[in-house]
């Protein structure tokens, strides 16, 4: 005898809420790409000792998914430093005690509808409309989870809307509920500005930033320079089969294509075919990463790719910023963009990200017995059939207390910088 699911069994909804969480996480969406496991105690006491981990920029963590509760605290402690204890001087009492910080990320249940219609709207057409409904949900959870990400990496929702953008400007009254966490503007010392072909530190820049502000490779050569030398350098990102990932450490920074393009266009030839060449160089030791399809660049071990969505701020833009003065606080107040772009140019968010920079969290749907569940609700006299798809998740940038020489303790963005510039329109 043959075992028959019809539709609405609730095996049938375990097996589609699992196929929704499947699809949702295999598509081929950049930001998959760019995540990882989260880190295990090992891997932290490595980092400790100097050693670098198997990192990504986009960490998974799924403590909620195995244990009740709507909030998973992440945590990280800091490197000792300080002198030694020569010879037989008395070292009794004087241990360096362990400094950490952590910050909780809180889940939430995100729900999308879809009506297929009812026995008409199926006899009308050759296609299977439950079939095309849970198509068309798996494409509206892909952009929502790249669109969520990218707002909470960028620290700015942006003002670019259309069909294709799912998450609301950020002047909508549901927009701090959707994020669910909250979007926090990027912190001091992770946040520069195009100036010319310098990078300034902090947002304050973007009111006097000007057309000739634009990306290009000296951005790169600047960026990389601040990197070696920050005190706290951002972890380098580790693709599981590049095997010059302990010599060339790689980060990788997400433009948009009108960034892309003002490279291109600020660039002899000779050093564009270079640009492209260093990443297939990297890419032929024998990485199969899909970072390195399509067309992609690199310069001084930072990989550049192109972002289908960009995080756009108009002339006279108004957005949260952390000044130079409220760095220890992360307090944030407003900047105003520069009313010199007018309308023929703007300034587009660029994403420089190493290692552990976001925190995608899963709670268990008890539907299906992942975090993602599929539901089925026949109405209308069992005649008109409406599908659902629910995921309980939630997102954060991962921000830790990094402590200095001065005994000041700033937040600081701990996998990615901000680099702002200008783009023609």
Known sequence: ????????????????????????QRQPSLMNRLTGAAPQQGAAEAKL??????????????????????????????????RPIMGDKNAEGKGERLTSSSMDIKIDMVTKVVDVGGKMAQQRTVHGLRGIGMANLQGWFRRYHDQSTLVHLAGARGTQGG????????????????????????????????????LV???????????????????????????????????????????AADDEPLYVCLVS??????????????????????????????????????ETGMWRNIVVKKLDRVIRLPASTVLKHITAANRYTATETDVTVASALSTTHAVDRCLLLGAQALAHCYGKNQSSETYAAWLERFYNFERSLEL????????????FD??????????????VIVIDTVVKL
Not at 409 to 415: F, N
């Open 49 to 82: 000792k100097g050693q670098t981990g198997p990192d990504m920029p986009l960490v998974r963590v799924t403590d909620l998914s195995k244990t009740a509760g709507d909030a998973v605290s992440v945590d990280m402690f800091n490197v000792i430093g300080g």
């Open 402 to 415: 990094y402590p200095d020489g001065n005994g000041n303790v700033e937040p600081t963005d701990h996998g």
């Open 1 to 24: 005898m043959q075992t028959q699911i019809p539709a609405g069994h609730a095996l049938a909804r375990k097996i589609f809420g699992a196929a929704l969480f499947a699809q949702t």
């Open 163 to 198: 069909t294709d953008w799912v998450i609301p400007l950020s002047t909508d009254a549901e927009f701090a509920e959707i994020m669910v966490n909250a979007v926090k503007a990027p912190s001091y010392n992770r946040h520069f500005v195009t100036d010319g072909t310098a």
């Open 201 to 243: 530190q902090g947002a304050l820049q973007l009111q006097s930033v000007d057309t000739t502000d634009k990306l290009t490779l000296e951005h790169f050569d600047e960026i990389a320079t601040i990197i070696a030398d920050a005190e706290y350098k951002l972890q380098a990102v580790r693709l599981p089969d590049d095997p």
């Open 257 to 294: 294509h009108r960034a892309w393009n003002s490279i291109l266009t600020n660039t002899s030839n000779l050093v564009w075919r270079t640009f492209l060449q260093n990443a297939w160089t990297r890419a032929s030791y024998g990485s199969k990463h899909p970072l390195f399809t399509g």
């Open 388 to 399: 659902a798809g629910e995921v309980m998740h939630g997102k954060s940038k991962l921000r």
